[in-house]
């Protein structure tokens, strides 16, 4: 079985630009998860979404960060415009109930 | 947002030696998960926990679901160089009105470097 797909694996823009990750969840996942994960911290949860539908987005930064699931399956989630404290892996992870798999990350540095 | 406090927070073990670590919490969890992530990657499911006082293993490692629904631990027997990276707990929150949706909090993680 395939797992999470990401991309890019890694990126490297300087501030105030802007740049957008995708994921692929596992195949009949319905619930998708975008994490930040600073250095040395565990991961924290941006946006979770049911289908296409978002279920939680109280930790994302509106007002620069967005995140969609249109069809149901792919996510984008897009930064603009970046800051220098978003430099972290950005973690897409997909789950059928309450064990949650995660994709290789996207290792963002802002400089 | 919720607090679990992972310890310890580094650990210098060499091999062939047990491990064993812990995760607290003030919140009552329905769901615990142990991770292992290793650098340049995603965390990846070692174990999971659903019911108060279960007892897991898998393979070398074996965790448990605290009585209390507010801690768990993981533990490491004869530990081998791959076990080299960083472990996390992550406990469950269920989401309102008895939702099957929820939450997943993490700890921040305890290094494991394992000497040959």
């Known amino acids: 079985e395939a797992g999470v797909a990401q991309s890019p694996r890694y990126k490297i823009i300087e501030k105030r630009q802007s740049v957008a990750f995708w994921c692929n969840p596992i195949s009949g996942h319905a619930t998708l998860y975008w994490y930040q994960q600073i250095l040395g911290q565990g991961p924290k949860l941006l946006i979770q979404?049911?289908?296409?539908?978002?279920?939680?987005d109280s930790q994302l930064p509106k007002d620069r960060f967005s995140a969609e699931r249109l069809k149901g399956v792919d996510s984008t989630l897009k930064i603009q415009p970046a800051k220098l404290e978003d430099s972290a892996v950005y973690l897409c992870?997909?789950?059928?109930?309450?064990?949650?798999?995660f994709g290789p990350g996207t290792r963002l540095t802002v400089t | 947002g919720q607090q679990l406090n992972q310890s310890p927070q580094s650990m210098f073990i060499q091999e062939g030696e047990d491990v064993s670590m812990n995760c607290t919490s003030s919140?009552?969890?329905?769901?615990w998960l142990w991770y292992k992530q290793d650098p340049g990657e995603g965390p990846v499911l070692l174990i999971a926990l659903y019911k108060a006082g279960e007892l897991t293993s898998n393979g070398r490692l074996t965790a448990q679901f605290g009585i209390t629904r507010k801690d768990s631990f993981l533990n490491i027997s004869a530990s081998i160089p791959s076990d080299v990276g960083i472990y996390f707990c992550a406990g469950h929150l269920p989401g309102d009105r008895g939702s099957t949706l929820g939450r997943l909090y993490f700890g921040r993680g305890t290094q494991l470097t394992v000497w040959p």
């Open positions: 979404f049911q289908n296409n539908g978002v279920v939680d």
């Open positions: 992870a997909s789950s059928f109930l309450y064990e949650q798999y």
């Open positions: 919140s009552i969890f329905n769901t």
